[in-house]
């Protein structure tokens, strides 16, 4: 069985650019759950969809989006870098309607870097 | 914030001994998880229990509860180099829809 699968596995940007990061997640899984790893701040919930619907959001700006495709797979788009949006971004699937009660299994992420 | 801290944040051992690592959190709970990180890969989930369970094994892995007092605690025993790694606790709080992650415990193993 294919694990979750992230691309690109690095990505280097420039402040203000704007970024989109893609998730693939486990065949069978429709939750699918985006997390900012930033140095020394532990993981950190950006976003979670389910059935191709945002169901939660953390605590980012409106500059943080994404989306779900009917396939369940997701993107994660970030605009206007800054540079503390420098980060391992890790992207998470589970079966069904993606309480907690399920455990996530987690792609490699994504290095993403603002210079 | 129900997020759950781990303690402590970074552990040495020797292979062979054992290590505790301890997770509180603020909120009641349906159930706890652990993860474990490799440098620089995504987490790897480890057990699961729910609130109802004091004590769970899997393999050298023993994880109890006590909801009493908010806490739990993973121990490895026996270990191994390849047990380092950072290990988070994850609880599934009642009210919230999504797992909420400590900061968590740097394992190191020397042979």
């Known amino acids: 069985e294919a694990g979750v699968t992230q691309s690109p596995t690095h990505l280097i940007k420039t402040r203000g650019q704007q970024a989109t990061l893609r998730c693939s997640p486990i065949?069978?899984?429709?939750?699918v759950y985006w997390y900012q790893q930033a140095l020394g701040l532990g993981l950190q919930f950006l976003l979670w969809?389910?059935?191709?619907?945002?169901?939660n959001r953390g605590n980012f700006p409106p500059r943080f989006s994404g989306r779900q495709f009917p396939n369940y797979s997701s993107e994660l788009n970030v605009n206007a870098l800054e540079l503390e949006d420098s980060a391992l971004y890790l992207c998470?699937?589970?079966?069904?309607?993606?309480?907690?009660?399920?455990?996530?299994?987690f792609g490699d992420g994504t290095r993403l870097s603002i210079l | 914030s129900q997020q759950g801290e781990e303690d402590p944040q970074a552990l040495s051992i020797q292979e062979g001994e054992n290590a505790t690592m301890n997770c509180s959190y603020k909120?009641?709970?349906?159930?706890l998880q652990w993860y474990r990180q490799n440098s620089g890969r995504g987490l790897v989930h480890l057990i699961l229990?729910?609130?109802?369970?004091r004590e769970k094994h899997s393999g050298r892995l023993r994880v109890t509860l006590d909801t009493s007092k908010k806490s739990s605690s993973l121990l490895i025993t026996a270990s191994r180099a390849a047990d380092t790694a950072s290990y988070f606790c994850?609880?599934?709080?009642?009210?919230?829809?999504?797992?909420?992650f400590g900061k968590g415990t740097m394992l190191l193993v020397s042979p």
């Open positions: 969809y389910d059935e191709g619907e945002e169901r």
């Open positions: 229990i729910r609130s109802n369970e």
């Open positions: 998470a699937s589970s079966l069904m309607g993606g309480t907690g009660r399920q455990p996530q299994h």
């Open positions: 994850a609880t599934d709080a009642r009210g919230y829809s999504t797992l909420t």
């Open positions: 065949s069978g899984h429709t939750s």
């Open positions: 909120t009641s709970i349906n159930n």
